[in-house]
């Protein structure tokens, strides 16, 4: 017969284990608790009898019958056995019809059967019993009934043992629950993940607010799902973008190549239809060529080259490079840079500020200044470029950094929309920040910790 399948559940078996186990340690421990009041009651009826024999005793031996009869004159529960016995073991008093023949008189207390005999009639009992000599010959034996003691001790064991029974019981009822539990929690996890593998990405795994360790997991996977909600949404707007892109010049070619071979009629308008051709192919290629090393940026393929990049001469190198530019446009290019340590990749940090530096330098109309600067802010270090530009709208800010987009200031500039993607991608391999804020004109940052010298 198959098992129910929430009792074939891992959980499920771990709970009756655990149960298993605590049932074993709470039989220890009741089994010692028994122990422990068995051998209490013991001690307590023997003190008792003991304390019996010292008082009868007490008087002398010709005290021993009248303390003997006071004794046992006062017994409601009929628990009281008491004898005094001659050297040949006849009866002399009390209620013991003969003498123990197991019970030695040597005043260790011992379990013997006997009879007790009185009013009422002849009736056999186990006691506990001491036998002590009077000093005369005779030997007086002291005992007590102990069915109330085995009655108390039954009962005792009987509660021990029952209490196990609820504790099994809970424990198969705590197992069935949690297991139930858990399979609930992972039949909803698996619909969710069945309708994810579907292809509906806006499902999430089920989470409540109890902060277990599955619900950390659910939340973790949820974010793990945004982002790749997030990721997917981008590729399909990067080809959607990609297509738009790259359509607008193929297109340009394809239209001057067929009016060229319709209307050319001499060598010269030839060539110039076909280096307007070159033309847009040069753009469909620089916007392939710039896709990819945005890729290959973003798989982190050049973590391998980080070494120490001192950023004082790297901003100094681009200055070099981007000054006659400005220069040209009547624009003031203006540099300030502190000595400090960056960990990276040089080529890369120099690829990321020259993009920085040039969109200041293209969009600074002419008398505009722009300033590049390297600064020392508490553990960070700030390559910080800013021009008096037209600037970024601040609902644009977020923006920026999405590949192909260009804000309606840049639509007459030409560019291909992908110099901030590169940028951003370049920051998040570094681990750095790139922050965009306006007025007037644009300031870039990249923000990254630097290392003590």
Same mark, same amino acid.
């Given at each position: 017969?198959?098992? #129910?399948?929430?009792?074939?559940?891992?959980?499920?078996?771990? %709970?009756?284990?655990?149960?298993?186990?605590?049932?074993?340690?709470?039989?220890?421990?009741?089994?010692?608790?028994?122990? &422990?009041?068995?051998?209490?009651?013991?001690?307590?009826?023997?003190?008792?009898?003991?304390?019996?024999?010292?008082?009868?005793?007490?008087?002398?031996? +010709?005290?021993?019958?009248?303390?003997?009869?006071?004794?046992?004159?006062?017994?409601? $529960? &009929?628990? @009281?056995?008491?004898?005094?016995?001659?050297?040949?073991? &006849?009866?002399?008093?009390?209620?013991?019809?003969?003498?123990?023949?197991?019970?030695?008189? /040597?005043? @260790?207390?011992?379990?013997? #059967?006997?009879?007790?005999?009185?009013?009422?009639?002849?009736?056999?009992?186990?006691? $506990?019993?001491?036998?002590?000599?009077?000093?005369?010959?005779?030997?007086?034996?002291?005992?007590?009934?102990?069915?109330?003691?085995?009655?108390?001790?039954?009962?005792? +064991?009987?509660?021990?043992?029952?209490?196990?029974?609820?504790?099994?019981?809970?424990?198969?009822?705590?197992?069935?629950?949690?297991?139930? $539990?858990?399979?609930?929690?992972?039949?909803?996890?698996?619909? &969710?993940?069945?309708?994810?593998? *579907?292809?509906?990405?806006?499902?999430?795994?089920? *989470?409540?607010?109890?902060?277990?360790?599955?619900?950390?997991?659910?939340?973790?996977?949820?974010?793990?799902?945004?982002?790749?909600?997030?990721?997917?949404? =981008?590729?399909?707007?990067?080809?959607?973008?990609?297509?738009?892109?790259?359509?607008?010049?193929? %297109?340009?070619?394809?239209?001057?190549?067929?009016?060229?071979?319709?209307?050319?009629?001499?060598?010269?308008?030839?060539?110039?239809?076909?280096?307007?051709?070159?033309?847009?192919?040069?753009?469909?290629?620089?916007?392939? %060529?710039?896709?990819?090393?945005? *890729?290959?940026?973003?798989?982190? =393929?050049?973590?391998?080259?980080?070494?120490?990049?001192?950023?004082?001469?790297?901003?100094?190198?681009? *200055?070099?490079?981007?000054? #006659?530019?400005?220069?040209?446009?009547?624009?003031?290019?203006?540099?300030?840079? /502190?000595?400090?340590?960056?960990? +990276?990749?040089?080529?890369?940090?120099?690829?990321?500020?020259?993009?920085?530096?040039?969109?200041?330098? @293209?969009? %600074?109309?002419?008398?505009? !200044?722009?300033?590049?600067?390297?600064?020392?802010?508490?553990?960070?270090?700030?390559?910080?470029?800013?021009?008096?530009?037209?600037?970024?709208?601040?609902?644009?800010?977020?923006?920026?950094? !999405? =590949?192909?987009?260009?804000?309606?200031?840049?639509?007459?500039?030409?560019?291909?929309?992908?110099?901030?993607?590169?940028?951003?991608?370049?920051? @998040?391999?570094?681990?750095? $920040?790139?922050?965009?804020?306006? +007025?007037?004109?644009?300031?870039?940052?990249?923000?990254?910790?630097?290392?003590?010298?």
């Amino acid at each position: 017969m198959r098992l #129910p399948e929430f009792a074939r559940s891992t959980t499920f078996r771990w %709970t009756l284990g655990a149960s298993a186990a605590f049932s074993v340690a709470l039989l220890v421990i009741l089994g010692f608790v028994y122990w &422990r009041s068995t051998m209490y009651l013991t001690a307590a009826t023997d003190r008792l009898i003991a304390g019996v024999a010292d008082g009868l005793l007490a008087g002398g031996p +010709g005290e021993v019958v009248p303390r003997l009869e006071t004794h046992l004159a006062s017994d409601p $529960r &009929r628990v @009281k056995i008491t004898g005094l016995f001659d050297g040949s073991g &006849r009866r002399v008093a009390g209620n013991l019809e003969r003498y123990p023949i197991e019970l030695a008189p /040597d005043g @260790k207390r011992q379990y013997v #059967p006997a009879v007790r005999i009185d009013s009422r009639g002849r009736e056999e009992q186990t006691v $506990r019993a001491i036998a002590r000599p009077v000093g005369d010959g005779r030997i007086l034996v002291v005992g007590r009934d102990v069915e109330e003691r085995e009655e108390f001790s039954a009962i005792l +064991g009987e509660t021990l043992a029952l209490s196990l029974i609820p504790a099994l019981l809970l424990g198969v009822a705590a197992g069935t629950f949690l297991s139930l $539990r858990a399979q609930r929690r992972i039949k909803a996890v698996n619909e &969710r993940v069945q309708r994810i593998v *579907a292809g509906d990405l806006r499902q999430r795994l089920p *989470a409540h607010a109890t902060d277990d360790p599955f619900d950390r997991l659910a939340l973790l996977v949820n974010r793990m799902l945004d982002d790749i909600e997030v990721l997917i949404r =981008r590729l399909a707007g990067v080809g959607d973008d990609i297509a738009h892109d790259l359509r607008t010049p193929l %297109t340009r070619v394809r239209i001057g190549l067929e009016r060229a071979r319709q209307n050319a009629t001499r060598l010269e308008d030839l060539q110039a239809s076909v280096d307007q051709a070159l033309t847009g192919l040069d753009q469909s290629l620089a916007i392939i %060529t710039a896709l990819l090393r945005i *890729a290959e940026i973003e798989h982190s =393929r050049r973590l391998a080259g980080f070494r120490n990049v001192e950023l004082c001469g790297l901003v100094r190198e681009v *200055a070099d490079l981007y000054d #006659p530019i400005a220069e040209d446009k009547k624009i003031e290019f203006a540099v300030a840079a /502190d000595e400090v340590l960056v960990e +990276g990749d040089r080529d890369l940090l120099f690829e990321a500020v020259a993009n920085l530096v040039d969109n200041a330098v @293209k969009f %600074t109309p002419e008398g505009g !200044k722009v300033e590049l600067s390297v600064r020392i802010a508490g553990e960070d270090a700030v390559v910080r470029v800013a021009d008096t530009g037209p600037g970024i709208a601040a609902s644009e800010h977020d923006l920026v950094g !999405k =590949r192909f987009y260009r804000s309606d200031k840049s639509r007459n500039h030409p560019g291909l929309g992908l110099g901030l993607s590169l940028v951003n991608a370049i920051v @998040k391999l570094h681990g750095f $920040r790139l922050g965009v804020s306006s +007025g007037p004109g644009c300031v870039t940052e990249i923000v990254g910790r630097r290392i003590r010298g």
